[in-house]
């Protein structure tokens, strides 16, 4: 019987996108996504998700590419721009899965840093019963260990437990600890998804 449903947030509760920042200022997606491969990756951002501070990341990437210096610095400086609305659905769902009786829970790869910019910007956060970021467990997913954080700190039984991520592998993790997983690419799929898994 699930119970308990655990939320990812970037691109599933809130949009988040580089290119909001970066497409107005290089003038084309293409020049972006350049960007994106080859400068401030997301290798590279995902540093800061285990606690490596903005000001350390940014400061060994300039050094790899002081050409790049000020493009670098706008990831930091101007990281608010790269979050958009929330997800469309996404609040009013969860609201519905709470009056009918779930636990909601957020598993996130998000720093200490820039969270806080957003906590309160997006009522959905209010919804949460607890939140496991990775930003201060110093683990990311798919890790597992920041999964068993999560079961231990709120007491979760895995099978009683739906993930949904819009990253297959993060997904792929959650389901080799025996919880089930939802890939998201919107609200009304993944709803069409897990009411598929309550009814199996």
């Known amino acids: 019987m699930i119970k ?16 909001y920042l970066y497409d107005p200022y290089f003038g084309s997606k293409e020049k972006t996504d350049w960007f994106i491969q080859h400068i401030c990756t997301i290798e590279w951002n995902n540093q800061t998700d285990v606690g490596k501070t903005f000001a350390q990341a940014i400061a060994e990437k300039t050094a790899e590419f002081p050409e790049w210096e000020k493009e670098i610095r706008m990831y930091g400086d101007q990281w608010i721009q790269m979050i958009g609305d929330p997800i469309p659905g996404m609040y ?11 636990s909601i829970y957020g598993l996130t790869n998000w720093s200490t840093e820039t969270f806080p910019l957003v906590r309160h910007r997006f009522p959905v956060f209010d919804l949460l ?10 683990i990311a997913k798919p890790d ?3 999964y068993h ?24 993790a959650a389901q080799a600890l025996g919880i089930h997983g939802i890939q998201f690419f919107s609200a009304e799929q993944a709803q069409r998804a897990f009411h598929a898994l309550e009814h199996a």
């Open 144 to 146: 597992h260990r920041i």
């Open 92 to 102: 009013e769902w969860i609201l519905r899965l709470k009056q009918d009786g779930y």
């Open 149 to 172: 954080i999560l079961l231990s700190r709120y007491q979760l039984s895995p099978h009683e437990c739906v993930f949904i991520d819009d990253n297959a592998h993060n997904v792929a």
């Open 4 to 19: 308990n449903i655990i939320f990812d947030f970037g691109r599933v509760l809130v949009d988040w996108n580089q290119h």
């Open 129 to 138: 019963d607890g939140i496991v970021m990775s930003g201060e467990e110093k």
